[in-house]
Structures are given as C-alpha cells and as structure tokens.
C-alpha cells in the first residue's frame, strides 16, 4: 500500500499540517525540519505530487514558454504556433512539460511563483527586458530567448535569418525586372522590423533602385489594415509593380485590395508575403512567401535550453535558422 501523508509525519516526527507544507511552500519551513521531512519522504518513497518530486530531485521537469504580449495568443499566431507545437513535442520527449505565459503575466505575484519556483529553464519569445533575464538568472534558472537578441554575456539566443529572407526577396522581384517595389512592414518588435526594413533598402541599392517612400509604409499586422492601406495605394500615381509584406496577413489584405481594384494578380503587381503560413495555401491565386523553418526553430530551442539545464555549455551562443523563398502564384 503507498505511503500517506501520516506516514511521513510519523517517521519524520513532525505534524501533518508542516509535511503538507514542506511539499508547497518549501521557503517556509526551517532547513532542519525541511531535511528531515524530504528524508522521511524519500525513505517511504512518498511522492504524492510534482512539487514532491522536485524536492527530491531537484527538478521540477517543468519548462516556462514567455511570449510578449501582443503576439498572444500564441496557438493562432502564424509565425508561433508551428514553433510552440514544436517545442510541446521536443519537450514531452524528454518527460517535461510546459508552462506558457505572457510577459505580463510574469509580472503578477501568481505568474512570479508559477515561473520562478517551478521551472528548470525559460523559453522567452519574441521580446524582453534586462531586467527579466536577470531576475531568473538570479534564481539560477537558465533562458534562452527564441526570435530576439540582446547583448548580454552568456546569452543564448535562436533567431531566424530576417535580414536575409527580405533581401532574397527583394533580389528576386529586382531579378524580375520589377523597379517600383514598395515594402509594408508589420509592427512587429523594434528588433525584427529594423532588421528586414534594413535588408529591404540595402536589397534595393545593391540593385540600382531607389524606394518610392510612399509605398514603404507600416502597417499592423493584419488582413484589415493591409487592405484598407493597399487600398489607398493602388489609387496613387505610378503605383507600385511588386509589394513586399512582412508577414503573411499582410500580404491576404494586400491581394485582397488588389483583387478588388480590378488588377490582375501577378501580371499588373507581383505579392510577397513573409512566414510560409497555412493562410499562403488559402488564396487565389496562392502566395509567393519567405519560409523559416520554424519548427527547427523550436527544436534548436529546447535543445539548447537542454544542455544549460544539465549543466553543459552550448557551442553555440547565437544560432541563425536561414529562410528560402516559396514561389507560388503571386509573384513573377
């Protein structure tokens, strides 16, 4: 028959109200007592919950997954959600589980003890701050940040090759003989939009063209709000030939726009989206977008996140999953 709680209590001498304790909230009770109580547990073999368990082991087997709050939520977003599946699944390989939160549920007194008592690492997407990194270095709970860098010694980070996908891009529709290419950048993080608007000006002076800044304009994130921007632009003067969008979204209002001006798609203006995600497969004709393999993204993740929680080093400080272009029926 398993042990109970009262077995622990008899062997150990203490009452059942501190063995409860002992198991859930640990910082209260002496050091000595604490010992004797995880002594007494572990002699009976009495794990009656994970927080037991990780008294013992000292693992929680828990992992926390920290996505900035306006990319919530995160089993939509066509850029995270294949990564978050792919991380669930290089996760319950290894018997952990996953805890997910927005950068503003951390900052709540539950969010605080959820993450910073019960995890053996943090995954943190998309942004953050110094002084959140450094508050879970202070634990001695190891991060590693997916899709953002910051310069902070010993800082591992998994990033995907935006900088190269945009010029790819651009260097093809250029190859295409297209010379009035405008750019609309979604209001992503600081971080991914100065790196692809980069790409884009340093793709187009490499090939000799000039942007037409009224068509280099950004626009948030999504179908609506492309559309009714597109909208505008396709009734200007010597309108753009080709659009580059930074996310798919983007690139839905932006054919949806050109569709309904009368334009031929991709005859009268040629559309890029960015992000390969299942909306590229839903239009017609079907969209020409930058592909990263985002689910390499997520295991690359969990592994490095592995190897610090088991006390290795990764080889690695920095590690860039490059992007391709998925040519469909948008572009020419």
Not at 1 to 16: E, Q
Not at 55 to 80: A, D, H, L
Not at 277 to 289: A, F, G, H, K
Not at 296 to 310: A, D, F, H
């Amino acid at each position: 028959m398993p042990a109970t709680i009262l077995d622990v209590a008899k062997v150990s001498g203490f009452s059942k109200s501190t063995i409860s304790r002992a198991f859930t909230e640990p910082e209260t009770v002496k050091p000595d007592t604490l010992e004797k109580i995880l002594w007494a547990a572990k002699k009976l073999d009495y794990t009656p919950n994970a927080v037991a368990r990780a008294m013992i082991t000292k693992r929680t087997e828990n992992i926390g997954f920290i996505i900035y709050e306006r990319q919530k939520p995160v089993i939509s977003n066509p850029f995270y959600a294949p990564i978050l599946a792919s991380i669930v699944q290089a996760t319950g390989e290894r018997d952990y589980s996953l805890f997910i939160a927005s950068d503003t549920d951390i900052r709540l007194p539950s969010g605080e003890t959820m993450l910073r008592k019960q995890v053996d690492g943090v995954i943190i997407a998309s942004q953050t701050d110094t002084g959140t990194i450094l508050s879970f270095r202070k634990k001695g709970i190891p991060v590693v940040l997916l899709n953002y860098h910051m310069d902070l010694n010993d800082l591992y980070c998994i990033l995907s090759d935006d900088y190269g996908g945009v010029f790819s891009a651009v260097g093809y529709l250029a190859g295409r003989g297209h010379k009035n290419i405008g750019l609309l950048s979604g209001r992503f993080t600081p971080f991914i939009y100065s790196r692809r608007y980069k790409a884009y000006i340093d793709a187009m002076a490499k090939h000799g063209l000039q942007p037409d800044y009224r068509f280099v304009q950004d626009v948030e994130p999504t179908i609506r709000d492309a559309y009714g921007l597109v909208h505008e632009m396709l009734m200007s003067e010597n309108r753009p030939t080709a659009l580059l969008c930074t996310n798919d979204s983007i690139a839905v209002g932006a054919l949806k726009a050109a569709i309904r001006a009368g334009l031929s798609i991709p005859r009268d203006l040629s559309i890029i989206g960015y992000d390969n995600s299942d909306l590229c497969m839903v239009t017609e004709p079907e969209l020409t977008s930058v592909d990263t393999d985002k689910s390499e993204m997520g295991r690359l993740t969990v592994e490095q996140l592995m190897k610090m929680i088991n006390g290795k080093v990764p080889e690695e400080r920095i590690i860039t999953v490059g992007t391709k272009l998925i040519l469909r029926g948008t572009s020419n």
